[in-house]
């Protein structure tokens, strides 16, 4: 047996460690580090830290540096992947023990380290490069939920506790699949669509333009947010048709007849209105993230408002006269129907008595959503909401369902219990976040991948023959990604 040397590490072994540690100390992630070795290991590098160099970062909207170096607060990615590199490339006993014996299993349930879209294997690859690509208020803002993110964990605990009903052999040959669906007169090549998320610019200076042509090459719905940092018209023209358009509503009437007028003018065939957020919303993180500030932080004014009379592109050019200020009750649905001849869709429904009560007002298609978890912390997941509103809307309009889609499944799963579509909303902006257009493009591709093995798996053909049958709801959701601080949710 060989005998076993003493527990005093050498000179060298110490040398090395300390170079190390400098190394890693001197980087951006130093916190990391701090947070996972003996503080002992740290104290003699006292004082031996260079401060970290200048760094800007460019305006979303005119390109212009806008952010300081006192105003940085968040690690690039090059930094990221060069710490990595070096505690791979020590000697395994100079390595300290942060990391589980395999990298491959940890990635598989935290999000892997990528530098190209075709190496994320699931769309939680994309979230970690799109957390390690961006400013930390910019990330706050897409990844809180409200309160302490129950419902965006009970959103994905949903969809886990949903089990899929295999079969394995049909009857006769199966010849294709066809994922096609037709939905307000309009048809797309996947049941899967990209939801309105604002400030897309935010996270890629493509932003909702990218995303726009990744929606086109699948052939998907694409919905574009009230207070997207791109206008209705660049992003149909970089599509090359009309897409759908959210609206949150102004209390001054006039104002909105001018934005309904816009974009029905541009050839918006669909009007969605967001009506999950008439009663506000208590996002903590937001506020916690701006130290109380709010738009009026440093970080924000030089950046998004150092332009004298900026404004986001759908609020130009609606001024001139007041309108009266209607109250918001069902009477204002068929107000907004009547408004243009654009197909109308409520968007925030998740009780079967309001399910009923739109269609009765005139809506022509009903959006099972809770904003992502970012409304009422109601705990209560859209997937567990949807059948009740399947069944109140008994077949007479669409029904559609986002918040908490992050797998193939997750959107089969949907269309067994009567969707006619499924949104997906962080997914996406997580693939714009870190490589734009080309990452979008890779959350679908994964999604619709996923999506058609399980109709393989299930001897399914067509979204059609997707039942109920198809699923069971187990006991407990079935959770193993790991999501503290929210991650993998």
């Given at each position: 047996m060989t005998e076993r040397g003493p527990d005093t590490p050498t000179p060298e072994q110490r040398a090395s460690r300390r170079q190390f540690f400098k190394?890693?100390?001197?980087?951006p992630l130093a916190a990391l580090a701090y947070s996972a070795v003996p503080s002992s290991w740290l104290e003699p590098l006292a004082g031996e830290v260079p401060p970290p160099g200048p760094a800007t970062v460019p305006c979303v909207n005119c390109g212009a540096p806008a952010l300081p170096p006192t105003t940085m607060a968040a690690a690039s990615s090059s930094s990221l992947s060069a710490a990595r590199s070096a505690v791979r490339a020590l000697p395994r006993q100079q390595m300290p023990q942060v990391m589980p014996p395999q990298q491959s299993q940890e990635e598989q349930l935290t999000g892997g380290e990528i530098s190209t879209p075709e190496e994320a294997i699931n769309v939680w690859d994309l979230e970690r490069a799109a957390h390690d690509n961006n400013l930390a208020q910019h990330w706050d803002y897409l990844h809180m939920g409200v309160d302490d993110y129950e419902t965006r964990v009970a959103n994905r605990e949903g969809f886990q506790r949903l089990q899929l009903r295999p079969r394995r052999l049909p009857s006769e040959a199966q010849t294709g699949l066809d994922t096609s669906i037709e939905i307000l007169g309009q048809s797309f090549d996947s049941p899967i669509f990209l939801c309105?998320?604002?400030?897309?610019?935010?996270?890629?200076?493509?932003?909702?333009?990218?995303?726009?042509?990744?929606?086109?090459?699948?052939?998907?719905?694409?919905?574009?947010?009230?207070?997207?940092?791109?206008?209705?018209?660049?992003?149909?023209?970089?599509?090359?048709?009309?897409?759908?358009?959210?609206?949150?509503?102004?209390?001054?009437?006039n104002r909105n007849q001018?934005?309904?007028?816009?974009?029905?003018?541009?050839?918006?065939?669909?009007?969605?209105?967001?009506?999950?957020?008439?009663?506000?919303?208590?996002?903590?993180?937001?506020?916690?993230?701006?130290?109380?500030?709010?738009?009026?932080?440093?970080?924000?004014?030089?950046?998004?408002?150092?332009v004298q009379g900026y404004q986001r592109p759908m609020a130009q050019g609606l001024e001139g006269p007041s309108g009266e200020r209607p109250p918001y009750t069902w009477d204002y649905v068929s107000r907004l129907k009547d408004a243009s001849d654009m197909t109308l869709v409520l968007k925030g429904i998740v009780t079967a008595e309001e399910a009923d009560l739109a269609i009765e007002h005139g809506a022509d298609a009903i959006h099972?959503?809770?904003?992502?978890?970012?409304?009422?912390?109601?705990?209560?997941?859209?997937?567990?909401?949807?059948?009740?509103?399947?069944?109140?809307?008994?077949?007479?309009?669409?029904?559609?369902?986002?918040?908490?889609?992050?797998?193939?499944?997750?959107?089969?799963?949907?269309l067994a219990l009567g969707a006619d579509a499924v949104g997906i909303g962080r997914p996406y902006v997580w693939g714009l976040g870190a490589f734009g257009e080309e990452g979008v493009d890779r959350v679908l591709d994964i999604l619709e991948a996923e999506f058609r093995m399980v109709m393989r798996q299930t001897l399914v053909t067509s979204i059609d023959e997707i039942t109920p049958r198809h699923v069971?709801?187990?006991?407990?959701?079935?959770?193993?990604?790991?999501?503290?601080?929210?991650?993998?949710?």
């Open positions: 190394f890693l100390a001197a980087s309105p998320v604002g400030s897309l610019g935010a996270y890629h200076t493509q932003a909702e333009v990218g995303a726009a042509r990744a929606a086109q090459t699948h052939n998907v719905l694409q919905m574009q947010s009230n207070v997207s940092t791109q206008s209705y018209e660049e992003i149909a023209e970089a599509r090359g048709t009309p897409h759908w358009f959210q609206i949150y509503t102004n209390p001054d009437w001018r934005l309904i007028d816009r974009v029905a003018a541009a050839g918006c065939p669909t009007l969605v209105w967001t009506i999950d957020l008439l009663g506000g919303s208590n996002r903590e993180l937001s506020r916690r993230s701006l130290s109380g500030e709010g738009t009026d932080s440093a970080l924000c004014q030089q950046c998004h408002n150092h099972v959503s809770n904003h992502g978890g970012r409304a009422v912390n109601s705990m209560w997941a859209t997937i567990d909401a949807l059948p009740e509103v399947v069944e109140a809307v008994r077949g007479r309009v669409p029904v559609l369902i986002d918040s908490g889609v992050r797998r193939g499944a997750d959107v089969y799963k949907a069971m709801e187990g006991r407990n959701p079935i959770l193993t990604r790991h999501n503290q601080f929210g991650f993998g949710l």
